[in-house]
């Protein structure tokens, strides 16, 4: 029987970039908030050594999907002649800042490790996973944190089991693109933890870069304002397109879903402190 492990969607609270770094990489600062919405990925041991994608993704090809490049990574780390059929049902929208490539690729390399039975530390699966993308640390880490360098320094938070209301427009923005734009802001002054214990300053840097490419973000971002009992101004997450507006109970959630116009699509989802990939 093939083994089901959850990979859930984050939200980034805020989105300081602090400076950009010789490797190309920016270094930044950010709350990471784990979300109950998750992809479902499946895990069949072949005894062949052999790794293929069985079903799911049909739209990237195999040489490119993160779970791939993740479960190949691990193998030729781990040296196991054991290989996996994965399959992965998607539910977290592609290239919106949920992180949803991240996380299927920490949810491999964590599934995986254990059904190898290669026993390598978070460390060491984090040194692999953030060769595949910055943002795989943190669901390897499994725990809503603070965040800094490239988002791979991480300090773990507790925080509210609140609501949120993520919205897309359906459409994919380029992380290479934002972070080369000239409308990116930079906040070069560094923040402390403690400073953001009531989001002072929720600011994301990529906002006006990501309104550029896809002016549509600002009208949903206007819209989520007229929302009732929401708790902070309405965000965007990572480099966008997804924004998102936070409340203190499910059912104000749900009414400002229903009310979204059609040509948007959302969701509800309640904060998470640990990834249920870990349990």
């Not at 609270?13 to 400076?19: D, K, T, V, Y």
Request: charged share 20%; with cysteine; glycine share 8%.
């Amino acid at each position: 029987m093939p083994n089901i492990w959850l990979s859930p969607a984050k939200i980034n609270l805020f989105l300081h970039i602090n400076s950009k770094r010789k490797d190309g990489y920016h270094n930044l600062q950010s709350i990471f908030q784990l979300l109950d919405y998750c992809d479902e990925l499946s895990f069949d041991i072949r005894q062949d050594s052999v790794i293929t994608r069985t079903s799911g993704n049909e739209s990237i090809p195999q040489d490119q999907d993160l779970i791939i490049r993740a479960a190949k990574a691990l193998q030729q780390a781990t040296g196991t002649k054991l290989g996996a059929d994965i399959s992965v049902v998607k539910r977290i929208p592609a290239g919106g800042g949920l992180g949803g490539g991240s996380s299927n690729a920490a949810t491999t390399l964590i599934a995986l490790n254990q059904l190898w039975d290669a026993n390598f530390s978070k460390q060491q699966l984090s040194t692999i996973g953030l060769k595949l993308g910055a943002d795989v640390p943190i669901f390897i880490a499994g725990h809503s944190a603070w965040a800094e360098g490239v988002g791979e320094i991480l300090t773990p938070m507790n925080l509210p089991k609140h609501y949120f209301l993520v919205v897309s427009i359906n459409k994919h923005i380029s992380t290479k693109e934002i972070f080369s734009h000239k409308a990116l802001t930079m906040t070069s002054q560094i923040g402390k933890m403690s400073d953001f214990s009531e989001l002072i300053n929720p600011h994301n840097d990529c906002l006006e870069a990501a309104i550029d490419l896809e002016g549509e973000i600002s009208e949903v971002l206007t819209h989520l304002k007229s929302a009732k009992n929401y708790l902070y101004q309405p965000r965007m997450t990572g480099t966008g397109s997804c924004v998102f507006v936070e409340f203190k109970h499910e059912k104000d959630a749900l009414v400002a879903l229903d009310n979204l116009p059609k040509q948007w699509s959302g969701f509800v989802a309640q904060a998470l402190n640990t990834s249920p990939a870990l349990t």
